[in-house]
């Protein structure tokens, strides 16, 4: 493997583990379900007590994949609280004058329980340990639309000490893979395209977002999916971070 001063790493699911099995459990037509949406419905219950949670929970759920799809038209980024103002209209609710409150309490205890499903693996620390001692610089760029629960996990799990410059996309206004979001990382870290490899275990982001750049990527493959894109592909493949060790 060639030299680099940089490594850009991904942070949710690179870093840090997430694990749907360890959200909340709730109960919806006698099934069981893992989500947050309990969660989320116990702020809303405050500000709309007449809505019953078997008419919050499906629009609930639909909006998330509504939300991504308004993310992936232009990759621009989008404060969470805007998910739930869809929430609103799909339940056609009134505006209320103290929308914005309730807004940011359902992003709070929704960020909450997505916090309580993660986990720092220790292999992944001395992974960035070893990184560290053979004299590479860390950046940090993650897709991520609510940064202080990204800010406070990483301090959680003591890995701010590692990076010399952090960029979620809320605060960038851009997602993975658009250029800006990379582009801007390379300007501020003071290096080129040559000059550093990304890791991350979203294709379409990681790879392809890198790609578009000219910049080195490695593919953590977690999920073992096949190769087949026409015009991106990783320079390395790797299943664990840990295995990052053999390629420095």
């Not at 800010?151 to 701010?160: C, F, K, N, V």
């Not at 960038?172 to 490899?197: M, S, Y």
Request: proline residues 4%.
């Amino acid at each position: 493997m060639k030299k680099y001063k940089y490594i850009f790493f991904d942070l949710f699911d690179t870093l840090i583990d997430f694990d749907h099995s360890k959200l909340p459990r709730i109960s919806v037509d006698g099934e069981k379900h893992n989500s947050t949406s309990g969660l989320v419905y116990e702020v809303f219950n405050n500000y709309y007590p007449d809505v019953s949670f078997d008419t919050f929970y499906k629009p609930f759920m639909e909006t998330f994949f509504k939300f991504q799809e308004i993310k992936k038209k232009d990759n621009k980024e989008y404060p969470n609280q805007h998910r739930f103002k869809i929430l609103l209209e799909k339940l056609n609710l009134n505006y209320k004058d103290n929308q914005d409150e309730m807004l940011n309490n359902m992003t709070e205890v929704h960020m909450t329980g997505l916090a309580s499903a993660t986990s720092f693996p220790q292999d992944n620390k001395k992974t960035l340990d070893y990184l560290k001692q053979k004299g590479y610089r860390f950046a940090l760029i993650s897709n991520f639309d609510y940064a202080p629960t990204a800010y406070r996990l990483l301090d959680q799990y003591g890995l701010t000490q590692y990076f010399n410059n952090i960029y979620i996309s809320i605060e960038v206004g851009w997602r993975k893979p658009h250029k800006n979001i990379f582009q801007i990382a390379l300007d501020e870290c003071k290096i080129t395209n040559e000059d550093v490899i990304h890791v991350g275990d979203n294709f379409d982001a990681d790879v392809v977002g890198s790609y578009n750049l000219g910049i080195d990527s490695i593919w953590l493959n977690r999920k073992e999916e096949e190769l087949n894109h026409d015009t991106a592909s990783p320079n390395y493949i790797i299943s664990k971070l840990p295995e990052l060790t053999s390629l420095f």
